[in-house]
């Protein structure tokens, strides 16, 4: 089993910065690709990027450039550093673990970009 949690959500201006983080608890983050999704008011949840066990990252088109997502696993974390935001980018933030097929998320933190 393992519990998600984020935080780092908030209101931040157009063109502005953000880092999410999600701590994880019990003992398989380091063997575990991590990847943060979105959902914005109205609309379904979208992927947002993915980082594997072994750090390979990967990017929806629509985040490329001004996102990167990291993982340290030390402190059983991972990272969204947003950046160059825009409204377009306001939704609920999740992170989800995924295991041996099986997929665990948390329970989102909120970012709004106001313009």
């Known amino acids: 089993q393992v519990q998600l949690m984020e935080s780092g959500g908030g209101l931040v201006q157009a063109g502005g910065s953000l880092r999410l983080s999600c701590a994880a608890s019990g003992s398989i983050f380091s063997r575990a690709a991590m990847s943060w999704y979105r959902q914005a008011p109205g609309k379904q949840r979208e992927w947002v990027a993915t980082i594997t066990e072994s750090t390979s990252t990967n990017y929806a088109d629509s985040v490329k450039g001004r996102f990167a997502i990291s993982r340290d696993n030390a402190k059983n974390t991972v990272y969204l550093q947003m950046t160059s935001l825009k409204s377009a980018d306001t939704a609920v933030y999740y992170c989800?673990?995924?295991?041996?097929?099986?997929?665990?998320w948390g329970q989102g933190t909120p970012v709004t970009v106001s313009s």
């Open positions: 989800a673990a995924h295991y041996n097929l099986d997929n665990y």
